[in-house]
């Protein structure tokens, strides 16, 4: 039957925009490689519902999902960051910094040391994935951090920080982008970000079982503040939205599941 490999398909073109989003990182531009990551969250999403909707489901298609995943959203946010971190040497330059896939190429071709720690999210990505896959207790949630979450707050990065738009000639964004863009604060930000993948920390189930408020109150809150942020903060929305993902699911563990 065709339709049992449609949501197969679906999760090979999530693969594609991952091998596409790799070679936008190979020619410097860092902005069209997060945009196909983008759209990689998009048939990530729907694979799993196409996969509901037709009533089908494999070991090789939850399989197939996972490598996939590995390479969307395990490799290519490490190569973001390892780019990111390259070229944040030159984040205290004058108006004419140059940031590859955000303006322009750096001053030298030799690797900047500190680049390397960045590859430490496909791994902890590919853990996390192997837990995921192995842990009974998120069938219908998620312990720990996203690969796809983690994906979208690394991958706003070059959209945020992209000087041929507003980096430049917003001075508020400039001036964030002189902290943010440091070394040391990248590399802690990777950590921060990994160990959250692995981590026991349980996360709001985003799935509808029903449109009730009382058994969906945090996931309603949850939509409509997100929506909010993205459309007064654009791309700034983006990691704000997951941090706000994990702040809820910490409120939610810690004081609302204790009352009941």
Not at 80 to 91: A, L, N, P
Not at 123 to 137: E, G, H, P, Q, V
Request: positive net charge; aromatic residues 12%; hydrophobic residues 55%.
């Amino acid at each position: 039957m065709i339709k049992k490999h449609i949501p197969n398909a679906i999760t090979s073109g999530n693969l594609l925009c991952g091998c596409l989003a790799i070679v936008k990182i190979f020619e410097g531009n860092l902005v069209w490689a997060a945009y196909l990551v983008g759209i990689a969250l998009i048939l990530d999403f729907f694979d799993g519902f196409a996969a509901r909707m037709l009533k089908v489901s494999s070991a090789i298609g939850k399989d197939l999902d996972s490598l996939a995943d590995m390479v969307t959203f395990g490799v290519v946010p490490g190569l973001i960051m390892f780019k990111i971190i390259d070229t944040s040497r030159i984040v205290n330059m004058t108006a004419g910094m140059d940031i590859p896939g955000m303006g322009g190429v750096a001053n030298d071709n030799a690797i900047y040391w500190p680049a390397y720690f960045a590859f430490i999210i496909p791994i902890f990505s590919a853990i996390r994935l192997a837990k995921f896959n192995n842990d009974t207790r998120q069938s219908d949630s998620f312990i720990g951090l996203p690969t796809p979450a983690n994906a979208m707050f690394i991958c706003s990065l070059p959209l945020i920080f992209n000087i041929n738009q507003s980096f430049l000639s917003n001075e508020h964004i400039f001036n964030i982008g002189k902290i943010v863009l440091q070394p040391y604060v990248l590399c802690s930000l990777s950590l921060v970000l990994s160990l959250l993948l692995v981590s026991e920390l349980p996360l709001i189930a985003l799935k509808f079982k029903n449109l009730g408020w009382t058994d969906n109150k945090l996931r309603f809150i949850f939509l409509g503040l997100s929506v909010t942020l993205l459309i007064f903060f654009q791309y700034f929305g983006i990691p704000l939205v997951i941090i706000l993902y994990i702040l809820l699911s910490i409120v939610d563990n810690i004081f609302l599941k204790n009352k009941v």
